[in-house]
């Protein structure tokens, strides 16, 4: 399960509009690299593969691939602004380290 605070809500419906993207979904994604061993991704696609996940939340479509899921499985998305910006914060309770960044973080193999 994934899941999505009102923030992340709302500002992914805005990124939604700004792009003309009004029927895109939200792929949510893990890929090596980063800080520590991996990163989280996030692009809007129309595309569901074979083997995705797919999450409605608050109207919201949230696609995860299979072998993203193992690492991401539930997460929750935020959003927030302070005074370097705005900027998705990644919840993980499967995150053992997370780098400074907020957006590089290792599982326990």
Do not use: W
Request: glycine share 8%; net charge negative.
């Amino acid at each position: 399960m994934i899941n999505l605070r009102k923030a992340a809500v709302d500002e992914i419906r805005r990124l939604k509009l700004k792009r003309n993207q009004p029927e895109a979904r939200l792929r949510l994604g893990v890929r090596p690299g980063g800080c520590a061993d991996f990163y989280y991704s996030l692009e809007f696609d129309q595309v569901v593969n074979p083997g995705d996940r797919v999450y409605e939340c608050s109207s919201i479509s949230v696609i995860v691939d299979e072998q993203s899921f193992n690492y991401i499985a539930d997460l929750t998305l935020d959003y927030s602004e302070d005074l370097m910006g705005g900027g998705f914060r990644f919840h993980n309770p499967k995150a053992i380290e997370s780098c400074g960044c907020g957006n590089s973080f290792r599982v326990e193999c």
